[in-house]
């Protein structure tokens, strides 16, 4: 079964750099979103069962979308994608609903131990 993922950044060169760390056995099909309102947009036409969402883009950020998805009782693993690692952003994030905070630049080891701790990827 294909997951349907959404990399959400405004740098393009970020979600290139996340795709790449995405597990390559993690059958995914992706889709990218360069800010909040597209992300959202993915979410709505069913592309987006995970979500690696940055918090820090132009238009609406991160936590707007986490606003979003909760106000509107969307379901999603969202994952924070940051270099913003302070513990109350941190706690922010998964008080709106973020299953885990991984900080940039990405490491694959912590993708997979929050993807398997979750039971997102075996």
């Known amino acids: 079964m294909t997951t349907p993922v959404t990399v959400v950044d405004d740098s393009a060169l970020a979600r290139k750099m996340l795709i790449r760390a995405l597990p390559s056995e993690w059958a995914v099909e992706i889709t990218q979103a360069a800010n909040g309102h597209e992300a959202l947009a993915a ?9 690696f969402l940055d918090l820090q883009m132009p238009e609406m950020d991160g936590y707007e979308v ?4 909760r106000r509107e009782q ?12 302070q513990p ?17 630049p990405v490491q694959p080891a912590d993708i ?11």
């Open 88 to 104: 109350l952003a941190q706690q922010r994030v998964k008080e709106l609903g973020a299953i885990g905070f991984v900080k940039k």
């Open 112 to 122: 997979v131990a929050l993807l398997r701790e979750h039971r997102v990827m075996a």
């Open 43 to 51: 979410y709505r036409a069913g592309r987006a069962g995970v979500m």
């Open 74 to 85: 969307l379901d999603s693993f969202v994952v924070v994608v940051s270099a913003d690692i």
């Open 66 to 69: 986490l606003e979003a998805l």
